[in-house]
């Protein structure tokens, strides 16, 4: 028999055998079967115990902070704005056309860049998604 424990997300945290541990079993640990034990262990971080069954579980994707140059260029390349985003920089300030230009990394957080990015009429959703887009690239 195959017990577990689990945490408050109801992810596990400890996978035990009575005929391994014997009565150092935890006394919160819950019996489960062989194939849940097997799907538990498998898909660590992408299996949750509820009620008694195995569920996957998908985590929220996370929205990068940054993205190195090239992968911010490269996503304005996909998107079709690059020289849309060039024609509105260079009708910025020298500051604003510096960081552009010599920019290493696009910080999300950036001042300039959201002022970019509502100067290109995007929403919170799409910046989240173009950072997201970038990042794979």
Known sequence: MMVATFNDENFPIGFYSEE????????EAVEITDEQWIELYTYQGARKFEDGAVIEYTPEPVIPDRVSRRQFRLQLIDAGLL????AWIATQDI???AAYADSGTFLRSDEMLQEGFAGLGFT??????????????
Do not use: I, K, Y
């Open 20 to 27: 391994v541990h014997g009565n150092r079993v935890p006394p």
């Open 83 to 86: 020289s849309q985003v060039e």
């Open 95 to 97: 500051r604003t056309q």
């Open 124 to 137: 919170v959703e799409q910046v989240d998604a173009f950072f997201m887009e970038a990042s794979a690239l």
